[in-house]
Each structure stands twice: as C-alpha cells, then as structure tokens.
C-alpha cells in the first residue's frame, strides 16, 4: 500500500523504502522510525493518505 504526502505530493512505496533516510526497501508505513518525515519536504508522518495503486496508474481524479 502506498501513501501520498498531502503537502507536496511525495509517495511512499514500501517496496522501495526510502534509502535516503536510512529505510530499507520492505518497510511499510507503520513501521517507519517516528521521527521519519517527508523527504522532499518535511511533512510528518500523519499527512500521509493511503492511496489506490490502481487509481494512481490511471492517472485520473477522483470524483467527489
């Protein structure tokens, strides 16, 4: 499952991790150090949405 940052639009994929900030590929959303923020723009971890991985491929938006 991957989340999107609601400030700048960062994704986080598990699959991936976040190399930069120390965390291995496999390491999902909550199970992030506490003190992991955003890395492009330092948002912390509760202004992350879950996003649909299907919806994301679309590239659509959603209707409301």
Do not use: H
């Amino acid at each position: 499952m991957k989340l999107k940052c609601n400030v700048c639009g960062y994704i986080y994929d598990p699959e991936a991790g976040d190399p930069d900030g120390d965390v291995r590929a496999g390491t999902y959303f909550d199970n992030l150090p506490l003190d992991w923020v955003c890395p492009d723009c330092g948002a912390s971890q509760d202004i992350f949405e879950i996003i649909d991985d299907d919806f994301e491929e679309e590239g659509g938006e959603e209707d409301e």
